[in-house]
């Protein structure tokens, strides 16, 4: 965490909010939220590129996310997710019988 991530065009230094991904197997370049990993084929675009961002002729563009302001997290869901983590951090009950995925099944006809 804390590393900034910043538009892939040479001549830009904006903070990345999109990523553009080439699928060359379907001659589609997909504009989604920023990825995040970095992986081959991908590029992070800033607000400006991402809108003037151009596929190569004959390919398809696909935009997942038309509205980049709604990319980030919100306040909300950094809070869901600090329940959620909180959530997972609690023991778990034991369970008598041992796991439901050991018991028998049977079949219901
Ligand atoms: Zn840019």
Same mark, same amino acid.
């Given at each position: 965490?804390?590393?900034?991530?910043?538009?892939?065009?040479?001549?830009?230094?904006?903070?990345?909010?999109?990523?553009?991904?080439?699928?060359?197997?379907?001659?589609?370049?997909? =504009? @989604? %939220? =920023?990825?995040?990993?970095?992986?081959?084929?991908?590029?992070?675009?800033?607000?400006?590129?991402?809108?003037r961002?151009?596929? %190569?002729?004959?390919?398809?563009?696909l935009?997942?996310? %038309?509205?980049?302001?709604?990319? *980030?997290?919100?306040?909300?869901?950094l809070?869901? =997710?600090?329940?959620?983590?909180?959530?997972? @951090?609690?023991?778990? *009950?034991?369970?008598?019988? @041992?796991? *439901?995925?050991?018991? =028998?099944?049977?079949?219901?006809?």
């Open positions: 965490m804390g590393v900034v991530r910043r538009c892939t065009r040479s001549t830009c230094s904006q903070t990345a909010v999109a990523t553009l991904t080439y699928v060359y197997a379907d001659q589609t370049a997909v =504009l @989604g %939220p =920023l990825a995040t990993y970095a992986e081959p084929h991908t590029y992070d675009l800033c607000v400006a590129h991402a809108d961002m151009s596929a %190569p002729q004959g390919w398809n563009v935009r997942l996310a %038309p509205d980049p302001a709604a990319a *980030p997290p919100n306040h909300d869901d809070l869901a =997710l600090a329940d959620a983590v909180r959530e997972a @951090g609690r023991p778990v *009950p034991p369970v008598p019988d @041992g796991p *439901p995925s050991l018991r =028998l099944v049977r079949p219901d006809s």
